[in-house]
């Protein structure tokens, strides 16, 4: 390790499939997380899980296929992670995936060998809920089994830095804003877990409100401004307006999407939002429709990373 200090900042995140095989690991990994899958049984969970990735597995690969067959998640994140390792002189940067390579197991490992004591972990969701933070932190810390100083960073959607990232970001993906209508999609949930007391929602709802406040006194004026979930599977209710809903508003009409819950550009925003939504979009008449990239390792973003971590 070339840097001095035995501190380590660590980004958690859910991880994407390079190939077939990688994507079962995901789709067995994430569904037998209990907290995706609230059961009290963990047998229960796992066959539940088995039935699940053994019906999605095929149709699922065939998604990746139009995506060149790996999520982008993982380059990105390898990008972002050097970009920022070049950038700290204060601590050296790693990361972990939830559900694919690297685990937080092998970058413990890692860390031990390279004598770090004291680890920042900052999960790359603005927002918190129990189904992505609260796992990822928990997967961690399990493995570390207390062998280093601990910090774990608070959500941040509410962060300056970071949402001047977004806001460049959103500035950069069309002309002339007031022909777009602007929906904010966040990955959805089911409505159970948020009346279980996860803030997810709430975060998402005041991150809207913030975003839509700074676009405002930029005189960055777009025609209309909502937010909508994306995402849901299964008969059970999710939390509303759904994306698909939300879109047959706009007939005839210019859209931009940002995907505000997402950190770094995955299979979530490069198939789903930007391939089968948009197949939605055409046939609803929609006369445009745009999706923005996600901050990924932008320098806003870089800067804001130094700011919520108060690492230098």
């Given at each position: 390790m070339s840097k001095e200090s035995k501190k380590a900042l660590v980004l958690l995140n859910m991880g994407g499939a390079r190939n077939k095989s990688e994507l079962k690991m995901f789709?067995?990994?994430?569904?037998?997380?209990?907290?995706?899958?609230?059961?009290?049984?963990?047998?229960?969970?796992?066959?539940?899980?088995?039935?699940?990735?053994?019906?999605?597995?095929?149709?699922a690969w065939k998604n990746y296929e139009l995506i060149g067959n790996e999520s982008p998640i993982n380059s990105l994140t390898e990008k972002l992670v050097s970009k920022l390792?070049?950038?700290?002189?204060?601590?050296?940067?790693?990361?972990?995936?939830?559900?694919?390579?690297?685990?937080?197991?092998?970058?413990?490992?890692?860390?031990?060998?390279?004598?770090?004591?004291?680890?920042?972990?900052?999960?790359?969701?603005?927002?918190?809920?129990?189904?992505?933070?609260?796992?990822?932190?928990?997967?961690?810390?399990?493995?570390?089994?207390n062998k280093?100083?601990?910090?774990?960073?608070?959500?941040?959607?509410?962060?300056?830095?970071?949402?001047?990232?977004?806001?460049?970001t959103i500035e950069e993906s069309v002309e002339d804003y007031s022909e777009y209508n602007l929906i904010f999609s966040a990955h959805g949930l089911p409505q159970k877990i948020v009346d279980n007391g996860d803030p997810y929602q709430m975060h998402v709802q005041e991150h809207v409100e913030i975003l839509s406040k700074s676009l405002s006194e930029r005189n960055i004026n777009f025609k209309s401004i909502s937010l909508a979930y994306q995402s849901k599977v299964g008969p059970m209710k999710w939390l509303e307006p759904a994306l698909d809903e939300e879109l047959k508003k706009y007939k005839d009409e210019k859209v931009l999407i940002y995907p505000i819950a997402f950190i770094v550009d995955n299979s979530e925003t490069d198939f789903e939002l930007s391939i089968e939504y948009k197949e939605e979009a055409d046939e609803i008449g929609i006369a445009d429709y745009?999706?923005?990239?996600?901050?990924?390792?932008?320098?806003?973003?870089?800067?804001?990373?130094?700011?919520?971590?108060?690492?230098?």
């Open positions: 789709l067995t990994n994430m569904f037998n997380d209990k907290n995706i899958l609230t059961f009290n049984s963990n047998f229960f969970r796992s066959i539940l899980a088995k039935i699940i990735v053994t019906s999605r597995l095929d149709s390792d070049d950038d700290l002189l204060e601590a050296s940067v790693y990361q972990v995936m939830r559900y694919t390579p690297p685990f937080a197991d092998e970058c413990i490992k890692e860390l031990e060998e390279n004598g770090i004591t004291d680890v920042v972990l900052l999960p790359l969701y603005p927002q918190y809920s129990t189904t992505t933070t609260k796992s990822s932190v928990e997967d961690f810390e399990e493995f570390a089994q280093f100083n601990i910090e774990v960073i608070e959500p941040f959607y509410k962060n300056e830095l970071f949402n001047d990232s977004i806001i460049e745009k999706v923005c990239k996600c901050v990924n390792y932008n320098d806003k973003f870089i800067k804001a990373i130094k700011d919520i971590t108060k690492l230098s």
